[in-house]
């Protein structure tokens, strides 16, 4: 039988409630689909880190390597590490080790589901660059402490890195509704976005099919409130991608249903599966997260895997479960009551 190597850290807050009930689910998906998951779980977290003085071991990385995927809660209790020390001690080091370039991220209402818009339906798939731009870590303060500090951060383009998010970008645009829009601020930032804007010209010589639309970040924001269902698949870099994907997930009702995949397209890395929301420590411990973002993410992982109709299969019985209502509203029912609804719809 078939099995895939999965890498499980539930990480802090809500982690690990949405990851046990993503595990449950994904377990009794590929049961029915004839093959089997065999996890590992790692306790990396903000409680690692106080009892060991890292966020992972120093060997993690090459730990993790070894895995088929990842499958990963959250990270950061910022009341106990700050963000600044968790995120670059976890989460980011393992998007950049692994080449995860393409950090893809859905954002449609499910059944059920009321959004805050007039509109009744969309389908966007943000494509957020996911090594490099606004997150590349370049940069530093001098005169710490003094009135004359100066703290810089550079973002850093490089043609490598925007010719291959742009061309998944129109990969993805190809297999779905054909249209690709760009996102930059290059009337403000006239090096690194002109740049951007310059190399989703040129490649679109090699995608007639795909209809390309270039776009400022502020005018995105508002078209995706004022006319999301005109929208296909959205590229953008990685801090305007990760400020999108808020929003994205507002106008889909909300973070518990936001869905991510750190992909490496070219495969010679572990990809890593994520919820968008978070660790939200404030209902940690109230059993009331909704699992939906990460049984979502799951489904994306076995997607990735080759498993398609086990997909499928998730993705069915998550939307049964919101089209009778549960899961639909913030609170209203607990994490395993809407687990409990999803394993019984994917009998
Ligand atoms: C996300 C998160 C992270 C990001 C944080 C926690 C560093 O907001 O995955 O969207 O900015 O990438
Ligand atoms: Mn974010």
């Known amino acids: 039988m078939t099995s895939y190597k999965i890498a499980l850290i539930p990480g802090d807050g809500i982690g690990s409630a949405v990851i046990d009930a993503t595990w449950e689910v994904l377990t009794k998906a590929a049961s029915g689909a004839g093959f089997a998951l065999d996890g590992t779980s790692f306790p990396w ?6 009892e060991t003085g890292a966020m992972m071991p120093a060997d993690g990385i090459e730990t993790l390597r070894g ?23 976890l989460l980011l080091p393992i998007r950049k080790a692994f080449v995860q370039y393409a950090n893809i991220r859905p954002h449609r ?14 389908d966007i ?11 590349a870590g370049a940069g530093g303060r001098v ?5 004359d500090e100066v703290a810089v951060e550079t973002s850093i383009f490089t043609r490598k890195g925007v010719e291959r998010i742009l061309r998944f970008g129109f990969e993805q645009a190809r297999k779905r509704r054909g249209k690709l829009a760009s996102v930059t601020k290059s009337n403000a930032q006239k090096y690194s976005m002109v740049f951007w804007d310059e190399i989703t010209a040129k490649l679109a010589a090699d995608y007639p099919d795909v209809e390309v639309a270039n776009y400022h970040i502020d005018a995105m924001a508002a078209r995706m409130v004022m006319a ?37 397209p070219e495969r010679d890395a572990p990809s890593m599966f994520e919820p968008v929301h978070g660790s939200a420590p404030d209902i940690a411990h109230l059993g009331i997260a909704n699992p939906i973002a990460a049984i979502w993410s799951g489904a994306m992982m076995l997607e990735h895997l080759g498993q398609a109709q086990a997909a499928a299969a998730v993705m069915g019985a998550i939307e049964t479960a919101t089209g009778r209502g549960i899961g639909t509203k913030p609170g209203e029912h607990k994490t395993t009551e809407i687990t409990a609804a999803i394993l019984a719809a994917l009998n």
Not at 45 to 50: A, G, H, L, R, T
Not at 127 to 132: A, G, Q, S, V, Y
Not at 240 to 254: S, V
């Open 143 to 147: 005169h710490n402490g003094t009135a």
């Open 67 to 89: 895995f088929d995927a990842i499958l990963l809660g959250a990270v950061g209790w910022p009341k106990r590490v700050p963000d600044s020390v968790s995120l670059h001690g």
């Open 45 to 50: 977290s903000c409680d690692f880190y106080e």
């Open 228 to 264: 999301p269902e005109s929208l296909d698949v959205v590229v953008a870099s990685n801090l305007f991608g990760d400020i999108l994907t808020d929003l994205g997930a507002a106008i889909q009702g909300g973070l518990g249903y936001a869905a991510s995949a750190n992909i490496n």
């Open 109 to 122: 209402l499910l059944p059920g589901v009321e959004g805050p818009l007039r509109a009744g339906a969309f």
């Open 125 to 135: 798939l943000c494509i957020r660059e996911n090594t490099e731009g606004e997150y």
